[in-house]
Nanobody, 111 residues
Framework: VQVVESGGGLVQPGGSLRLSCAAS????????MSWYRQAPGKERELVAR????????YYTDPVKGRFTISRDNTKNTVYLQMNSLKFEDTAVYYC?????WGQGTQVTVAS
């Protein structure tokens, strides 16, 4: 199983980023997919989750209305569109599926 995130970077407050997570080694459409994040000195927290076909999603309250999780089962990829980014969104963002974690991608929001 491989889980590989990409798309992180440095962005100004109010900006946008789209994270991607490409997974392989299992039947992608059989599993819910999740994004977590971990800020310095804090515990890892669930940010968003989508069910197997993308028809049901969950968001933690701080990102509701700003982040959108989606998936493309034909590409074995899940996305996290992040808009109106805030300083407090700075963290390493991880993709999680079927008890596997990606290596994480750094998102830094700074002016």
């Amino acid at each position: 199983v491989q889980v590989v995130e990409s798309g992180g970077g440095l962005v100004q407050p109010g900006g946008s980023l789209r994270l991607s997570c490409a997974a392989s080694g299992f039947t992608f459409s059989s599993y819910a997919m999740s994004w977590y994040r971990q800020a310095p000195g804090k515990e890892r927290e669930l940010v968003a989750r989508t069910n197997r076909f993308g028809g049901s999603t969950y968001y933690t309250d701080p990102v509701k209305g700003r982040f959108t999780i989606s998936r493309d089962n034909t590409k074995n990829t899940v996305y996290l569109q992040m808009n109106s980014l805030k300083f407090e969104d700075t963290a390493v963002y991880y993709c999680y599926v079927a008890n596997y974690w990606g290596q994480g991608t750094q998102v830094t929001v700074a002016s």
